[in-house]
């Protein structure tokens, strides 16, 4: 079978579990990206099955989103807080921009390779002020290595270290910028000691191309004067407290009233 950059396909050998998209091909070799998981990956190309189409679960996972959203526009306006979205894939980067559009958040969102987040994300967060910043994109566990604390066992957890501990060197406090970090089957461990409120993942399993966006909104539509539910927050991802978990934190909206029209 003939295959293509751009192509749809799964894998026989983990009985076409994962959705991906051939993003480069090198002899026998192709790479591989997830379609709705933050994931790469490579495969010999006669371990591949071409899938001729598919439809992402962004339209069912937006509108959970808005339907969950407990706002009283009838009396009360609200400011939403801001989210910087720093993502090392422009694919993903789209597709949670369009879901900050949809929940009607105000988000700045870059196309940024994970090695260069950590020297780039100071004057990143002097430029956009954010009350929250998301840094994601790709990474993977190599559970061959078979060391989980190792962190040369793992793509690009080390450049999300290296992001979070610059950005939480700009801001100190946890309550003033809100962190979220991580990727496909991350460190979350060493990502919470480096400073972030959120991270990926609990179970080194791999999260949904929009969980790093569910999270920032979320934060950005709740009351700066309240905590957040954080099972609840949590919950709303694809894979819950295996694959995203955090600290306890406050929202970032302001509430107001009356409302005008």
Not at 173 to 191: F, P, R, T, V
Request: glycine share 6%.
């Amino acid at each position: 079978m003939n295959f293509r950059i751009g192509d749809l396909v799964t894998r026989i050998s983990h009985k076409h579990d994962i959705l991906f998209k051939i993003v480069s091909i090198e002899g026998n070799t192709v790479f591989l990206k997830g379609v709705d998981l933050r994931l790469v990956a490579d495969s010999d190309i006669d371990d591949l099955v071409k899938v001729d189409e598919h439809v992402t679960e962004d339209a069912l996972i937006i509108e959970k989103n808005v339907r969950d959203l407990n706002i009283d526009r009838s009396q009360y306006f609200y400011l939403p807080g801001k989210i910087l979205h720093i993502d090392g894939d422009n694919d993903y980067l789209e597709r949670c921009m369009k879901f900050y559009e949809d929940m009607r958040v105000k988000a700045n969102g870059i196309s940024l390779s994970e090695i260069d987040m950590g020297s780039k994300i100071t004057s990143l967060l002097k430029e956009f002020e954010p009350d929250i910043v998301v840094i994601t994109g790709h990474d993977a566990y190599y559970s061959k290595k078979n060391d989980i604390s190792d962190l040369n066992n793992y793509q690009n957890t080390s450049n999300f270290i290296d992001a979070v501990k610059m950005a939480r060197k700009y801001e100190k406090s946890h309550d003033k910028l809100i962190i979220i970090a991580g990727a496909c089957q991350s460190n979350y461990e060493e990502l919470i000691r480096a400073g972030a409120n959120f991270a990926s993942s609990p179970k080194r399993i791999n999260i949904h191309a929009l969980d790093p966006a569910i999270i920032a909104s979320s934060i950005a539509l709740s009351d700066r004067n309240k905590s957040i539910d954080l099972i609840h927050l949590i919950d709303r991802t694809k894979y819950g407290k295996d694959g995203i978990g955090g600290i306890i934190t406050n929202g970032t909206m302001y509430v107001g009233y009356p409302r005008w029209h």
